[in-house]
């Protein structure tokens, strides 16, 4: 936990085509933590959009970021045309390098190892990635958030609200943290119980699957060149 | 639930000042939902910042907007300016009868409320204004997602995408909500037991009331002057 009197800079990676709640779960919490800056950050200051065409607009590009004390980077489908983008990747990185927290949603977990910083870490992302942590030398995990050290890895989509909870308690403390989902007033009722692949009613996960089959394959082909590159045993294994 | 085949057009409310997560929570659903065309309105089309400076921007101006089939009002503080707004009130009244629902989030409801349409209704909202529903005629009711008739409420901020996935079951069958579940890994972790004035730590309660006090007294002596419009005998209550 951080002394309250340090002001923190945090800051969220916001890109084309990414799941706009990653970053919006998200949102709601850092933006509520006691003495920060909160500030999302674009390959340029241009409005981007997101998978289901929700317009979002950086308040600076990558370049105008300060040194942050913590680094938020959101997944979705958008996260696979950044994987060899060697701007944003050397940005993730030396944010990385210096920074107190970072907080990865869904498949930015992807980003993140593609910059080479999963070596050797616990790590989680959503369910149909699973799978590829283990390209990019990362300890998979399967848990809704995994904190390893000073990072915070949240699985899928919503489950970044949990995860940035949790970084807001590791930051500031629990009182700090509680009186942020008050706030936010997240007692959840999901009306079902199919937000896994392990209680979702089988046919609905198979559709899932089918839907996502031919982007988890590109994401798989990426995922091999990048262990190439970074000198990491392709592992034998299968989508689980 | 309305047949497959039958196209809807969904719309959600932007304005300056709403709590973004009352507006994004729901889009990851109100965007999934089968056979369906979503869009944000706002007062123009210009961009606005939600309370704590999100920039989001509408698709068109309300005065572009179909009849919808299913109209979304979000809440936060920036609903108070517009409590007396004719021009937003009229659209919401307007839209509200053609449409098959009525999806309200945390504070919107007392924008229902203000237009008039929540007489005989049982409702709910943000639990910091849950004693002002009497205003407009609503009959209270604390759960956190209340369906009455067409009309879907979600209480405070995040029940909005609990709320949400009930408004795509009823929509379009349980089916199509549990694969939104699933899509939106949906299965949520929350760290602490803070999420409502029933459970916070009654210190965080205290100090959360305290500063949301001067917007509910200014929310309050608004619900007099709009019963008083409406016609509605200003009950005897007092905050919970």
Redesign the interface.
């Known amino acids: 936990m951080i002394p309250h009197d340090a002001h923190l800079q945090i800051g969220s990676l916001l890109f084309e085509g990414l799941?706009?709640?990653d970053l919006?779960?998200p949102?709601?919490v850092l933006?509520?933590i006691p003495n920060s800056t909160?500030r999302?950050y674009g390959k340029t200051a241009e409005?981007v959009r997101d998978l289901?065409?929700?317009?979002?607009?950086p308040d600076a590009a990558l370049s105008d970021a300060p040194q942050l004390d913590v680094l938020h980077v959101p997944g979705g489908f958008g996260q696979e045309a950044l994987m060899e983008d060697t701007e944003v990747l050397a940005w993730i990185r030396q944010q990385a390098a210096g920074v107190r927290s970072v907080f990865s949603v869904?498949t930015g977990a992807l980003l993140c190892g593609a910059a080479g910083l999963l070596k050797g870490r616990r790590a989680t992302t959503?369910?149909a990635s699973f799978h590829l942590l283990s390209y990019f030398g990362a300890i998979p995990v399967n848990e809704?958030?995994v904190v390893d050290g000073a990072w915070v890895f949240a699985?899928?989509?919503?489950?970044g609200?949990?995860g940035a909870?949790?970084l807001a308690?590791e930051l500031r403390g629990?009182?700090a943290?509680?009186?942020i989902?008050?706030?936010?007033?997240?007692?959840?009722?999901?009306?079902?119980?199919?937000?896994?692949?392990e209680?979702?009613?089988p046919a609905?996960?198979k559709?899932?699957r089918q839907s996502v089959r031919e982007l988890t394959a590109r994401r798989e082909r990426t995922a091999r060149r990048i262990a190439a590159k970074l000198g990491i045993a392709v592992p034998v294994t299968g989508e689980a």
């Open positions: 799941d706009q709640i919006t779960g949102f709601e933006s509520r909160y999302l409005p289901k065409g929700l317009r979002l607009t869904c959503h369910w809704r958030v699985a899928g989509v919503t489950a609200i949990d909870l949790r308690a629990d009182e943290a509680q009186t989902q008050l706030d936010m007033v997240y007692a959840p009722e999901p009306p079902f119980s199919s937000g896994t692949p209680t979702a009613p609905i996960l559709q899932a």
